[in-house]
């Protein structure tokens, strides 16, 4: 990805880690198999693409990785889950002091609840609408909501934020 990246427009200006899955599941039922898949798609991927990143990136870009507001409400089922996005939250803070020298930006968003197939699949109507009525603004999140914050992060708007956590959660608690 990067090398193609370099190929295409000779550098790396814009890294984004939103990749990522989730597991319903006390800590005490969690398989080694299933930490170990969280972890590698919620952590290892974003540390390994931040680490090239960290190395290829120009000076002046945006990093943006992806937690959860979860990480502040304490869920049941939701404990291997919010130790991966609490790893990414902490690699953030590490990243952006290590990267700032070169006006490297590097923030985490943490959406709330988001009307997407990752966070409705297996949920009643009824469970939805409880998590819509934990936000302050009473409604889930929209794909749009999170994308604006996204491209204001890597904007040149931005360039005084960085090690920062910014919960787009429509004021979940």
Same mark, same amino acid.
Do not use: H
């Given at each position: 990805? =990067? ?8 550098? /790396?200006?814009?890294? /984004? ?9 006390? #800590? ?6 299933? =930490? *170990?898949? @969280? =972890?590698?798609?919620?952590?290892? !991927?974003? %540390? %390994? ?10 000076? !002046?870009?945006?990093?943006?990785? %992806?937690?959860? +507001? ?15 996005? !609490?790893?990414?939250?902490? $690699?953030?803070?590490? @990243? ?9 930006? #590097?923030? #985490? ?5 988001? *009307?997407?197939? @990752?966070?409705? /699949? ?8 409880? %998590? +819509?009525?934990?936000?302050? $603004?009473?409604? @889930?999140?929209? #794909?749009? *909501?999170?994308? *604006?914050?996204?491209? =204001?992060?890597? +904007? ?13 959660? &429509? &004021?979940?608690?």
């Amino acid at each position: 990805m =990067f090398d193609r990246t370099q190929e295409t427009y000779s550098q /790396v200006d814009i890294l /984004v880690n939103n990749a990522g899955v989730i597991l319903y599941k006390p #800590v005490a039922e969690v398989t080694e198999a299933e =930490f *170990d898949n @969280l =972890f590698a798609i919620n952590v290892k !991927g974003t %540390f %390994f693409a931040c680490q090239e990143a960290a190395k290829r990136m120009a000076e !002046g870009g945006r990093i943006v990785n %992806f937690s959860s +507001s979860t990480t502040a409400i304490m869920m049941p089922t939701y404990g291997v889950y919010v130790a991966t996005k !609490g790893a990414v939250e902490q $690699l953030t803070r590490s @990243l952006a002091k290590e990267l700032g020298d070169r006006k490297i930006t #590097v923030n #985490v968003i943490s959406p709330g609840p988001t *009307d997407t197939e @990752l966070f409705t /699949v297996g949920k009643t109507a009824e469970q939805i609408q409880r %998590f +819509s009525q934990m936000a302050a $603004l009473g409604r @889930l999140g929209k #794909v749009e *909501d999170i994308a *604006d914050v996204t491209a =204001f992060l890597c +904007s040149e708007q931005a360039r005084w934020i960085t090690g920062q956590n910014i919960r787009v959660n &429509g &004021g979940i608690a």
